[in-house]
């Protein structure tokens, strides 16, 4: 059974950090793009940072340029997400997935994704 599993999710202060992880078992995602995606309750679930295979192409949304840093360890099958600089916009439940194509066309849409971790809750407050 392929799983992604989220972690490192929990409650911050405005101002501080965390690091998400992304682990994934049932198979090898070293050769897929990934992506991190977030829902904040009553929105829709949006794109945050995406990650090539290797690494050497990133990208990230608007509100998170700057503040966030994607990477990938994949001998270890791990995908990870800093967050620095947090704040209270950035409460959401956060989603790693695992992009349908070896491409990074519409890397920021979540139909372009194939398996979904179950989510790691992250709340910053004010």
């Known amino acids: 059974q392929v799983q992604l599993v989220e972690s490192g999710g929990g409650l911050v202060q405005a101002g501080g950090s965390l690091r998400l992880s992304c682990g994934a078992s049932?198979?090898?995602?070293?050769?897929?793009?990934m992506g991190w995606f977030r829902q904040a309750p009553g929105k829709e679930r949006e794109f945050v940072a995406f990650?090539?295979?290797?690494?050497?192409?990133?990208y990230y949304s608007d509100s998170v340029k700057g503040r966030f840093t994607i990477s990938r360890d994949n001998p270890k099958n791990t995908v990870y997400l800093q967050m620095n600089s947090l704040t209270p916009e950035d409460t959401a439940v956060y989603y790693c997935?695992?992009?349908?194509?070896?491409?990074?066309?519409?890397?920021?849409?979540?139909?372009?994704?194939?398996?979904w971790g179950q989510g790691t809750q992250v709340t910053v407050s004010s």
């Open positions: 990650i090539n295979w290797s690494g050497s192409n990133t």
């Open positions: 997935a695992a992009k349908i194509t070896y491409s990074s066309a519409a890397y920021y849409s979540t139909s372009e994704y194939h398996y």
């Open positions: 049932g198979r090898t995602f070293n050769m897929d793009p």
